[in-house]
């Protein structure tokens, strides 16, 4: 995944059908020149025309799960789908099983708790515009106790190396190619190389696809 400038603000489309969600998240980030909030949209359609009239103005799409027209689970499925590039953090009230795995599913970027403060909020911007994924640490829990294993763990060790197994673990941490090689005293492009082989022989695309097919297979961090 192509990692966000830092020294080139970071433009946010934020689609929430509360206006007091809105000025408290632009609050948020008011001191915070990195994040811009370029944009804002009242519910997931207006969003999705938005960012269709206007294709690469937007790196971050921060959506709301339940908005009328278009909610923000389907929101982040067609925007993944036309403009994968595009980086989507959900930011919800709701923290059930079905809500997380939703999103999981819709391949998002990143899942917090409307109750989440700034500093959790700047992490999962941090985390995903460097390459990462970003899943509060209080719905990891669900994420992990309610999918299913595709395979078990002795047929993943036959599919993956010892190091790859290594590296995966710390991808589903959210860990960046960079964090990996300094945990593991490796290069990046070592990582890289290793994460290139993990993606073929997983059959995943992305980073979130990879983590997803973590969680499914019992590879936790």
Same mark, same amino acid.
């Given at each position: 995944m192509e990692v966000v400038n830092p020294l080139v603000p970071i433009n946010?489309? +934020?689609a929430d059908d509360h206006q007091i969600i809105i000025d408290g998240i632009k609050g948020m980030l008011v001191d915070t020149p990195q994040y811009h909030i370029a944009a804002t949209a009242p519910d997931g359609q207006h969003a999705m025309e938005m960012i269709s009239a206007?294709?690469?103005k937007y790196d971050v799409l921060l959506t709301d799960i339940s908005m009328p027209l278009l909610?923000?689970?389907?929101?982040?499925?067609?925007? =993944?789908?036309?403009?994968? =590039? +595009?980086?989507?953090?959900? +930011?919800? &009230?709701y923290s059930s099983v079905a809500a997380v795995?939703?999103?999981? &599913?819709?391949?998002a970027d990143g899942y917090i708790l409307k109750s989440s403060g700034k500093d959790e909020l700047l992490k999962a911007l941090h =985390?995903?515009?460097n390459g990462g994924t970003y899943y509060a640490e209080a719905l990891l829990p669900i994420i992990y106790g309610q999918f299913q294993k595709a395979k078990t763990k002795e047929e993943v060790q036959r599919m993956l190396s010892?190091?790859?197994?290594e590296i995966l673990a710390l991808i589903v941490k959210e860990q960046t190619s960079e964090?990996?090689?300094n945990t593991l005293f490796i290069s990046k492009k070592t990582v890289d190389n290793h994460r290139a082989h993990i993606l073929? =022989?997983?059959g995943c695309k992305t980073t979130v696809g990879l983590v997803k097919w973590a969680i499914k297979n019992g590879v936790e961090g």
């Open positions: 946010i489309l +934020l206007a294709p690469g909610s923000g689970i389907d929101l982040c499925r067609l925007v =993944k789908a036309a403009y994968p =590039k +595009l980086l989507v953090i959900v +930011l919800s &009230m795995q939703d999103a999981v &599913m819709a391949e =985390k995903v515009t010892a190091r790859e197994l964090e990996i090689g073929e =022989k997983t």
